[in-house]
């Protein structure tokens, strides 16, 4: 099974900005692909950014060129890089790996994992 760690949610003011990290462990064979979705209150989950295993990105219509994503190097891990921030980007943010991972009985499996979800309130 996969884990992912979320890190750098928090309040910030509009027009600020923010940094989200997401590091996954587990016994991860490959990672298709790992990326943010964000849920705010009575919305449905919907997607921010997505990095493939081939370094393609893909980002949402509404955060086009105000978000980055970037992995970290060595490790199974994406940042967030988000500017110009308004109060309607209030929402949990969460984090998304899918991955092939090897199971007890030495099963491979291939996988779509969730982090906890971090807090993100742009607020004055």
């Known amino acids: 099974q996969v884990l992912l760690v979320e890190s750098g949610g928090g309040l910030v003011k509009p027009g600020g900005s923010l940094t989200l990290s997401c590091t996954a462990s587990?016994?991860?064979?490959?990672?298709?692909?790992m990326g943010w979705y964000r849920q705010a209150p009575g919305k449905q989950r919907e997607l921010v950014a997505t990095?493939?295993?081939?370094?393609?990105?893909n980002y949402a219509d509404s955060q086009k060129g105000r978000v980055t994503i970037s992995r970290e190097l060595g490790k199974h891990a994406v940042d967030l890089r988000m500017n110009s921030l308004r109060p309607e980007d209030t929402a949990v943010y969460y984090c998304?790996?899918?991955?092939?991972?090897?199971?007890?009985?030495?099963?491979?499996?291939?996988?779509?994992?969730w982090g906890q979800g971090t807090q993100v309130t742009v607020s004055s």
């Open positions: 587990g016994n991860i064979l490959s990672m298709v692909a």
């Open positions: 990095l493939a295993s081939d370094g393609t990105p």
């Open positions: 998304n790996a899918e991955g092939t991972t090897v199971q007890d009985m030495g099963r491979i499996t291939i996988g779509d994992y």
